[in-house]
């Protein structure tokens, strides 16, 4: 494990959780690969091998529809996001790709100003690294809770 791949992830986690819970959301699917394998998963589910996900897109364009529907058909309660994202673990790295473990931790904030632990867990990724620049081809992002909101409306 090198000191630059832990910075090169801990920039792009940094971006990554700045883009969602600062609402700009169409920019989010552009920190992922074109062909990208992006699901939210239990911790149970994901233990047992059980391939089905709460989310699941497996392209960029899947991503953008994703945001698309929010902006423009879905219905829910206005609410942001904070993540506290940890040191990532670098499990691999090798021939430009990084696979990585890192803990997340996210509260949700109404629009009446309640906050509340909104979801824990870890996510675990494989990057494609080009020189200082890193995308995101696989993300899965594993949540500690079998319980969701119905709410989860916003990427994690």
């Given at each position: 494990m090198t000191q630059d791949a832990i910075?090169?992830?801990n920039r792009l986690h940094s971006a990554y959780a700045r883009c969602?819970?600062?609402?700009?959301?169409?920019?989010?699917?552009?920190?992922?690969e074109e062909a990208c394998h992006y699901k939210i998963t239990?911790?149970?589910?994901y233990t047992q091998g059980?391939?089905?996900?709460?989310?699941?897109?497996?392209?960029?364009?899947m991503l953008r529809?994703?945001?698309?529907?929010?902006?423009?058909?879905?219905i829910y309660e206005r609410h942001t996001y904070r993540h506290f994202i940890s040191q990532p673990w670098?499990?691999?790295?090798?021939?430009?790709?990084?696979?990585?473990e890192t803990s997340f931790f996210v509260v949700r904030v109404m629009r009446d100003g309640t906050?509340?632990?909104f979801a824990t867990g870890r996510y675990l990724d494989v990057f494609t690294v080009d020189g200082a620049t890193a995308r995101i081809r696989e993300r899965i992002v594993v949540c500690d809770s079998s319980r969701f909101d119905t709410l989860l409306a916003l990427p994690l």
């Open positions: 910075s090169i992830i969602i819970d600062n609402g700009d959301l169409e920019r989010w699917p552009e920190f992922f239990t911790a149970d589910n059980l391939e089905a996900g709460v989310i699941f897109a497996n392209t960029r364009g529809d994703r945001i698309a529907s929010l902006r423009e058909a879905n670098i499990a691999l790295e090798e021939n430009g790709q990084i696979k990585s906050t509340d632990v």
